[in-house]
């Protein structure tokens, strides 16, 4: 039986992204069936909700789910649906795995990295307060109960992927508690791994320099929540940006993939957007599913087309001429190919 997966497809660029992300799937002979389940702006005028029952439902229900980037207003409006997904689905682990593309050209070659951060509470629990007018408070809430499940992720994925060092960023320094807990919870997954795991800790004032001198000297990073948040974009930057990325937010009874950028509504309708983060992180569902080679194949196909730099397949942000569309089309020809 086709395993059904739950589509998103988001606001702004989202369709169109999406739209390309499937021709690509359904050329690579995925065995899946595709649900359209709302999310964002649409799902708001419809439903009277950006993230409604139905969408946390259907998900509970078929365990997968893919989606399109989602409008977040800045400093009013409603609270982050993504945010929402993680907490309602409690899914734990956000994984960014972050590599040097072919063809793509940036200060660094060959990073080959894995973030792996905390994804449900922290400063994005979202408990904040006006003290008196004028005094705000946020509250960073760390639990004994997330600090070792996302240690235990993490050497677990660590042992899976076959990667060799796992290394916590912190702020412990200061945060002698909060992060404090978190170090106190690693160290103890890590004494208690088989697999002969290596590990560091760095304060992130001086991991964030060490990354931008020279990645290739990391593996895997492991970080709470809001510092993941933040490298994790950094580190995005070492390979090209968001758009050359794909995210996973996994937990112990679902998985939503997505593309980690935002909805970028000025070309939302000119299909000119780069659809490949959304390809990539469909390629990470797929392997999550075991479907490892429909994945291969679609990431061979991804791989030649970046490697050839014909501007013709290449969509604009990549020094091309190709639409949303096009550079799509470009990767199901190689896939009906058997490339």
């Known amino acids: 039986m086709p395993q059904t997966v739950c589509l998103i497809p988001g606001d702004g660029i989202g369709p169109e992204v999406a739209k390309a992300m499937r021709l690509v799937v359904d050329a690579s002979g995925a065995d899946i069936e595709w649900k359209i389940v709302p999310a964002?702006?649409?799902a708001a005028e419809q439903f009277g909700a950006f993230l409604p029952k139905i969408t946390i439902d259907a998900i509970r229900e078929h365990k997968f789910a893919i989606k399109g980037p989602i409008s977040t207003p800045v400093g009013k409006g409603h609270t982050s649906v993504?945010?929402?997904?993680r907490k309602g689905l409690d899914?734990?682990?956000a994984v960014r795995p972050v590599r040097s593309m072919p063809g793509v050209k940036t200060r660094f070659e060959n990073v080959d990295l894995?973030?792996?951060?905390?994804?449900?509470?922290?400063l994005y629990s979202g408990i904040e307060n006006e003290i008196v007018p004028g005094v705000v408070q946020s509250l960073k809430i760390t639990t004994r109960r997330a600090?070792?499940?996302i240690a235990r992720f993490a050497f677990d994925y660590a042992h899976q992927r076959d990667r060799k060092k796992i290394t916590v960023f912190h702020k412990a320094n200061i945060m002698k508690l909060a992060d404090g807990l978190m170090l106190d919870c690693v160290r103890a997954v890590h004494r208690a791994d088989p697999h002969g795991i290596d590990y560091e800790e760095?304060?992130?004032d001086n991991g964030c320099m060490q990354i931008v001198r020279d990645p290739t000297k990391f593996d895997m990073l492991l970080l709470e929540n809001f510092n993941g948040d933040f490298i994790s974009d950094l580190a995005a930057g070492l390979v090209g940006g968001l758009g050359v990325v794909p995210g996973a937010n996994?937990?112990?009874d679902c998985a939503v993939f997505e593309a980690v950028h935002g909805s970028a509504p000025d070309l939302a309708g000119k299909n000119v957007a780069n659809p490949l983060a959304l390809i990539m992180s469909a390629v990470m569902m797929l392997r999550y599913m075991d479907q490892e080679t429909v994945a291969v194949r679609i990431r061979n196909a991804y791989d030649e087309t970046l490697s050839e730099g014909d501007p013709a397949e290449l969509t604009r942000d990549l020094g091309g001429t190709a639409s949303t569309t096009g550079f799509a089309k470009a990767l199901v020809r190689r896939l009906e190919r058997g490339d």
Request: hydrophobic share 45%; glycine share 10%; aromatic share 4%.
């Open 40 to 42: 964002g702006v649409e």
């Open 82 to 85: 993504n945010v929402a997904l």
């Open 91 to 93: 899914l734990y682990a």
């Open 114 to 122: 894995v973030i792996i951060r905390e994804n449900t509470e922290g």
């Open 147 to 149: 600090c070792e499940r």
């Open 202 to 204: 760095l304060i992130i």
């Open 250 to 252: 996994i937990g112990d």
